[in-house]
């Protein structure tokens, strides 16, 4: 019964590989957001989904594409991969964008390039 | 300048004793809502605690505890009788209304730095 789920957990590629990060989630949430954690543990946003609709875009190489094809779910693709991704990427999703509504998070992706 | 600042890059507490991780913030905004997250050595991100702005009790959940001081921007953590299990990395994280139609700040969190508790036997 987990909440927001990622897969894989881990990924490890070659530079220059295309590969993709699922997500889903079953609390019936209508927003959905990745986030990148990079290897100082910050966290930063890269994009919103709301109710399918992209609403964040923040400023991530056109490499990264998400795709929503369903409220519940929120992909991210990423071609040609550079050293520079190596990072762990975070689902997450809340009910609306509310200021008082928290976001509930995947258990991460760690994506390692060599 | 920073949104969200954690001071603390780490903090130590004796098992059982109460433990304050500090939280400033800057908005000009009226409404916004702060948000506590830890994150244990195995990676995933827990939802701990919330305040709204508007909110005049300090929010509570069950060990921990949020010392809200609205003027002083400030957000700060307190876990009471602290645990082994609480041995992680904390995050402050702040969500604002949008600054204008369209604006990208829409419903992201801005998080903090992070602050590493560790918790001695």
């Known amino acids: 019964d987990t909440a927001v789920s990622q897969t894989p957990k881990y990924l490890v590629t070659q530079m220059g590989n295309d590969k993709s990060i699922k997500c889903e989630q079953n609390?019936?949430?209508?927003?959905m957001y990745w986030y990148k954690q990079d290897s100082k543990k910050f966290l930063k946003i890269m994009f919103s989904?709301?109710?399918?609709?992209?609403?964040i875009n923040e400023t991530v190489p056109n490499r990264f594409s998400p795709k929503s094809p369903d409220k519940a779910h929120l992909n991210l693709h990423i071609n040609s991969l550079e050293l520079g991704d190596s990072a762990v990427y975070f689902c997450?999703?809340?009910?609306?964008?509310?200021?008082?509504?928290?976001?509930?998070f995947g258990d991460g992706t760690r994506l390692s390039i060599l | 300048a920073q949104k969200i600042t954690q001071t603390q890059p780490g903090m130590f507490v004796q098992e059982k004793e109460a433990v304050t991780l500090d939280c400033t913030y800057d908005?000009?905004?009226?409404?916004?809502?702060l948000f506590w997250y830890k994150q244990p050595s195995s990676g995933e991100m827990i939802f701990l605690i919330y305040?709204?702005?508007?909110?005049?009790q300090n929010a509570t959940e069950g060990r921990y505890s949020l010392n809200f001081q609205k003027a002083r921007k400030s957000a700060n953590l307190v876990i009471s009788a602290s645990q082994l299990g609480d041995s992680a990395m904390y995050f402050c994280?702040?969500?604002?209304?949008?600054?204008?139609?369209?604006?990208?700040?829409?419903?992201?969190?801005?998080f903090g730095q992070g602050t590493i508790l560790t918790v001695h036997p």
């Open positions: 997450a999703s809340s009910q609306g964008l509310g200021v008082y509504q928290p976001q509930h």
């Open positions: 609390l019936g949430h209508d927003t």
């Open positions: 989904y709301n109710n399918k609709e992209l609403i």
């Open positions: 908005t000009s905004d009226q409404s916004y809502g």
């Open positions: 305040q709204g702005s508007y909110d005049e």
């Open positions: 994280a702040m969500r604002e209304r949008p600054s204008k139609a369209g604006g990208t700040s829409y419903g992201k969190l801005t």
